[in-house]
Nanobody
Framework: QVQLVESGGGLVQPGGSLRLSCAASGFTGRRYAMSWYRQAPGKERELVAISSAGGSTNYADSVKGRFTISRDNAKNTLYLRMNSLKPEDTAVYYC?????????WGQGTQVTVSS
């Protein structure tokens, strides 16, 4: 059974940092692309960063230079390091992977950037 479990969210001041984790189970994460999405109140869910199976990464323009996506294949875990956080980064952050025609999501973790 495929499961994605996010953790690491919380309340942080503008300019602060957080590291999100996504623990994957039921499949071998390193064989698949894995991504982070976020959804702010009243907005559509948007792609934040993607890590391909081959190791390449891509980021939304709004987070380039501030966020870093990475993996620990031994732990089957995906990370998102977020630096220089801004109030507009406030959202629920979701981990995602696509296995064949199936789309899998975690339950999300809340990130709130506020003074």
């Amino acid at each position: 059974q495929v499961q994605l479990v996010e953790s690491g969210g919380g309340l942080v001041q503008p300019g602060g940092s957080l590291r999100l984790s996504c623990a994957a189970s039921g499949f071998t994460g390193r064989r698949y692309a894995m991504s982070w999405y976020r959804q702010a109140p009243g907005k559509e869910r948007e792609l934040v960063a993607i890590s391909s199976a081959g190791g390449s990464t891509n980021y939304a323009d709004s987070v380039k230079g501030r966020f870093t996506i990475s993996r620990d294949n031994a732990k089957n875990t995906l990370y998102l390091r977020m630096n220089s956080l801004k109030p507009e980064d406030t959202a629920v952050y979701y981990c995602n992977t696509q296995l064949g025609r199936y789309d899998y999501w975690g339950q999300g973790t809340q990130v709130t950037v506020s003074s």
